[in-house]
């Protein structure tokens, strides 16, 4: 597909530095990372009988996949070693927080002050963390999968079953090590994952609820194939889940509907405004500009809830998170019980 429509094009070899020169500094990050499947996939991907399965569809050897240009963006990050592109990671730091060429000395000077080096890194192209809008925005241009073709035709998830921004942050991806010390210009390192604050985390969940409706109306404005045979019958793909479109539009009604309680219990315009802008739409053919519009005029209420909001008003959805279970891949669901009770006692 085109790279100009792609919501997460390939990060810039030429301006990745690769994982080693994050673990200078932020060295348990890194350790935890390694444990997680955005970096363990980096061998078991294409060992996958899944793999296996696409390639074939696709028309590619399964050992291309690392280099080919519609995997690599949202599975790999290269960097430009020995005068030569290379896939050298799966899912990065670099993946999520932007490639840190011209930010990684920007973002930890100590003679700057914080609002400082927020801004200068964020302009050179950081996803930091203080911009929750930019940090959280790259999981949907990966989760939410664009690329109509590669669903339709190979099998491959158009959505992530059941991604959810907090619980899926809070497992395995979390890697919160930083503290404020008095005195101390930039964060420091702790040995200890450190809990979210529930601020935070309330707005990680509401921010995911808004980000997840305006990412999945923008990729089902994409569609152009027909769900539909001519009999009228929707189109089953070979895995017997209906088209990319559809899948698509299932998952937009779920989270809107998701807002709608949200929105019963605490009071936020940003979370009105996209409900109705929701509800202007109707899906059938021809109203592509629509939805494509919808999408964005959500994305705009994101952002600006995310500049509006703080969280501690938001106490209301507390019941809510408390039924989240932190996502970890691989786990039997006892063993995600127990990690659930674990991380519920970390909480303050
Ligand atoms: C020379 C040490 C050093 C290196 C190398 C380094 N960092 Fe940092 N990083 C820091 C320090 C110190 C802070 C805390 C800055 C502050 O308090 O504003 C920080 C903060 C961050 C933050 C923001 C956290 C926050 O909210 O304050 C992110 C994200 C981050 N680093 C990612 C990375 C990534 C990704 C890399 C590798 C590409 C990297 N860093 C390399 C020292 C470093
Ligand atoms: C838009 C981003 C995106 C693109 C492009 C993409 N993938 Fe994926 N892929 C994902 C995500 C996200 C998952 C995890 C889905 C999940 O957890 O259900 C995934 C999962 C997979 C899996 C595991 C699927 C399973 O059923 O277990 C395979 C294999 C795979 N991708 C191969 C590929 C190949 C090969 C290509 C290129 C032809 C490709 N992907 C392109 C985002 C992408
Ligand atoms: C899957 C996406 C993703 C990956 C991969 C990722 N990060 Fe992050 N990172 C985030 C998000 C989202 C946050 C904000 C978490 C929050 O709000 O509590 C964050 C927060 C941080 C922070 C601030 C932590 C704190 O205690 O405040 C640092 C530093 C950081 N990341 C560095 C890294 C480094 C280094 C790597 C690679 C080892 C990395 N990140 C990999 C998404 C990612
Ligand atoms: C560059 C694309 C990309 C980005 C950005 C990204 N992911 Fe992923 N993520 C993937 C792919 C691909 C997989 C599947 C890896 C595999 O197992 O092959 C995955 C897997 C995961 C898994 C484990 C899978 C499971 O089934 O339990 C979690 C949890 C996860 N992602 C959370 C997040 C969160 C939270 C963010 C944002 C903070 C994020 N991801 C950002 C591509 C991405």
Known sequence: ????????PPLDPTKTVGIE????CHEEMVDRWSESAHATSFETLIKSEAARNIAEIAGIQVSEIPTTASCVRCHYTREFLHSAVQTTESISCESCHGPALDWINLHNVKSKSRAERVSSASEAGMKHPQRLYEVVKTCFECHVVDDEQLV???????????????????GETSHNYLVSKPGR?????SSQLQPIPIDRRRMLFLTGKLMHLSYTLKVISRATDPPVDPSGEFIKL????????????????RIFDELVAINKIIDAPEIKASIEIYQSLSFVTGQKKNILEAGEKIDLQTRAFTENHN?????????ILETLVPRYSGLEKDEIEKVSQFMSKLKP
Not at 185 to 189: A, E, G, L, M, R
């Open 21 to 24: 020169s994050c673990a200078e």
């Open 238 to 253: 070979k895995n017997g889940l209906p088209t990319f479109a559809v899948q698509h539009s299932i998952q937009a009604r």
């Open 152 to 170: 339709n035709h190979t099998g491959h998830p158009a959505i992530t079953n059941g991604f959810e921004l907090l619980s899926w942050y809070e």
């Open 311 to 319: 969280g501690s008003e938001f106490h209301g959805i507390d019941s």
């Open 1 to 8: 597909m085109n790279w100009s429509e792609a919501q997460h």
């Open 185 to 189: 210009s930039v964060k420091s390192h």
